[in-house]
């Protein structure tokens, strides 16, 4: 199986400010990452697909990069609705494991 | 409007089992690979099974051989059969499609739901 990690485990941010996020794949995944988008008592939602491409409907401040085994995902000019958990997941090969997640929280 | 409304959960002793549902609507659920994705309350995501289009299975090796997913296309539906029920199990339960062309990236999710297993 494919280990996802992330860091940081939390980052305390202001609005404003800009975050970035570091997701590592065990092997090689290519472009097969996604990031989601968790606030409390929610479903995700899919942020970054295919590593870099924005899912309809995200706003661009939100941003991906990466490629292999290492991963980003950059927000841009931090808002308050930003403030949550963002998992990566490979969806290179079954099992389409995820990271253990970031939470980003209030300064 | 395109939704995923998953049903099926509840408290369940140990050793049991339970059949959750997925039901969707506002799209051609025949054409999407579909998956099963659970957290336990406050942790983290684990993806647990996926089924494809021509309903080939896939699963975690947590759940292989106690989990049964299938698809009812004429329904518009998906279910997990979930037997051997322990502890661990114990988590809100997503349904969430993947868009044909996006990486498999999980694009759309129910709201959940949850399944406790306790004596």
């Known amino acids: 199986d494919i280990q996802m990690t992330q860091s940081p485990s939390s980052v305390s941010a202001s609005v404003g400010d800009r975050v970035t996020i570091t997701c590592r794949a065990s092997?090689?995944?290519?472009?097969?990452l996604a990031w989601y988008q968790q606030k409390p008592g929610k479903a995700p939602r899919l942020l970054i697909y295919a590593a870099s491409s924005l899912q309809r409907g995200v706003p661009s401040r939100f941003s991906g990069r990466g490629s292999g085994t290492d991963f980003t995902l950059t927000i841009n000019s931090l808002q308050p609705e930003d403030f949550a958990t963002y998992y990566c997941q490979q969806t290179k090969s079954f099992p389409f494991t995820f990271g253990p997640g970031t939470k980003v929280d209030i300064k | 409007e395109v939704l995923l409304v998953e049903s099926g959960g509840g408290l369940v002793q140990p050793g049991g089992s339970l059949r959750l549902s997925c039901a969707a609507s506002g799209f051609t659920f025949r054409s999407y690979d579909m998956h099963w994705v659970r957290q336990v309350p406050g942790k983290g995501l684990e993806w647990v099974s996926g089924?494809?289009?021509?309903?080939?299975?896939y699963y975690a090796a947590s759940v292989k051989g106690r989990f049964t997913v299938s698809r009812e296309d004429a329904k518009d539906s998906m279910y997990l059969q979930i037997n051997s029920l322990t502890v661990g199990d114990t988590a809100i339960y997503y349904c969430?499609?993947?868009?044909?062309?996006?990486?498999?990236?999980?694009?759309?999710w129910g709201q959940g739901t949850l399944v406790t297993v306790s004596s």
């Open positions: 089924i494809g289009v021509g309903g080939d299975t």
């Open positions: 092997q090689g995944v290519s472009s097969w």
């Open positions: 969430a499609r993947n868009e044909p062309g996006n990486y498999e990236a999980l694009d759309v």
